[in-house]
């Protein structure tokens, strides 16, 4: 294996001289210095950034302060870098990155090198503890924060094959250390989470038809695994078998990865994790009944990785609906005195579900509702309920983005179906897909509401039999008992992007903004800030700032570039700037 990142003899002169002017340059008197130490800011998750530079009366002067490019094959087009001390840090599946943040100077390059780098993801780094810690295919990397070598004592001479030694030490029986993780279908598609000594680390994905998703809690100085979850238990040594054994029949019990960064309350002990769709994603004939816990937000106990409570937004899944957006963590005064500790999470059924994140009560009422359950896919048995979430007010709370399709062509509005109508064999069904993704919602103390994007989005899916027999087989990507599929995005339907702000304490939906979309399909994240300022990248390169209050929108910015990523913001010696990654370039704002 290889030792993981390399410097040349210029970039580590270039960093032990950066390390010298950092240490001997003294701030301005007074100034303030904001960082952003992982993807969604803290240990809630709530990417609500405690500075005010930039606000309601001056973010209309906002200008473009630097830009920096990385090269054709370096794909960061969903990353969210971090800001340590005036130094900015992103990654691809290959390169670590170090950046002046005030004036996007290259300052060094890392190699990230070891093992398969498979095709997932990369949302960026998180540091801790003077490291930066990012990942490749199944493995997770420790860098020295200063200089790019690699921290000798995590792992293997700074890079652990993290999924590995968690399935070694899981199931020791089943996963031999000569086993590679991307063989059957394992990625790392978020950045750790990190607290105490302990990166939460997180694995997908449920189209690689996995044995579950799992939680993994490394010691950061050594990479010592220190306890695993499954979000699909495989047996007795699982937490929660006693609990999900039931919820599946007699196949493969798989899918449940886990997209998007833990979040983290010390003080009740627990950590926090969504979990996506069963596997296979469109046909469930060959796993009957709920399949817990996927598509479910997960409670554990912070030391030891037992399950503290569940909620599952959808039941059986038939439609890959994830439910990938958050967690994040907010606390709101209750009208009845004391504070509301909730969580929430949505996904691409655009539905929106909050908690109480002690105890996993819903803050308001989800009710068991009826659903269509007729289809002519054989052996499949659609479940007959899902829970919809309804507001204090006791109606169904309003949805972040459609939930039902409506076209102008009368024969496509035909086949256009409600929400949770199963597919056929026989007839094309048109239904919502879009809804949010991976992009991080926020919460902001200043106005107590919660912020998620979502897309306005539609596909038209038909459910193919393989071959001349309608008995299940592999599908295109090699999964067992399934069929094939065959799915489009639809002509002449015009997506738009949603963000919506939700009351806590009420379930209503304050405000929302809709704006312009190139695709259906996913949705970056938002970032909010005590200027009481929303910023929201899209895919057709506009980044916006919104009041945070109103939904107004106050400023645009064209990038170079389609958006996918979700925004940050920092402050160096008083000056606030805000980033966002446009394809392959870092764009950074500031005013004048």
Known sequence: MS??????????????????????????????????????????????AEVDEINLGNVARLLESWTYEVGPTDNISQTTPVVIDGIMYLHSRSTLFALDATTGEELWQAVLDAGDPSGSPVRGPTF????????????LYAMDGRTGAPVEAFGDGGVLPVVSAALQAKY???YPPTLDPISIGYRITTPPAYHDGTMYVAAALSEGHIPGGLVIATDSDTGAVKWVFNTIPQGPQDSGWEIARDTWSDGARAGGGIWT?????????LVYVNAGNPSPDYDGSARHGINLFTNATIALDLDTGELRWYYQAVHHDLWDWDHVTGPVLFDVPDPDGGTIKGVAAA??????????????????????????????VPGEQVWPTQPIPYNAAGVPMTPLCATFVDLEDPEQMARSSQLYSPYWISKEVIVPHGGSSFGSPSFSPNTGLVYVTGKNGAIALVVKPVGDSLEPGPDSRGHTDSYETIDRIMEGFPPDVRVSAYDPVTGEQTWQAVLPAQTA???????????????????????????ARTGEELFEYEAPRPIRSSPMTYQVDGKQYVTVVATNTVVTLALP
């Open 347 to 376: 996904g691409k059924n655009c539905l929106f579900y909050m908690w109480d994140r002690e105890t996993g009560e819903p803050l308001h009422p989800m009710v068991e509702t009826t659903v269509p359950t007729e289809t002519d």
């Open 3 to 48: 030792s993981g990142g390399r410097l040349s003899g210029s970039t580590t002169l270039a960093a032990s001289v950066l390390s010298g002017i950092l240490a001997c340059a003294p701030a301005p008197a007074g100034a303030q210095s904001l960082d952003w130490s992982s993807q969604n800011l803290n240990l809630d998750n709530n990417r609500f």
């Open 261 to 269: 960064q833990p979040a983290v309350d010390a003080e009740l002990g």
């Open 521 to 547: 399909i996913g949705a970056s994240g938002n970032l909010v800030t005590a200027g009481d300022l929303l910023f929201q990248g899209v895919e057709d390169g506009g980044f916006y700032a919104l009041d």
């Open 172 to 174: 020791p029986d089943d």
């Open 128 to 139: 801790a503890g003077g490291n930066v810690y990012a990942y490749r295919g199944a493995d």
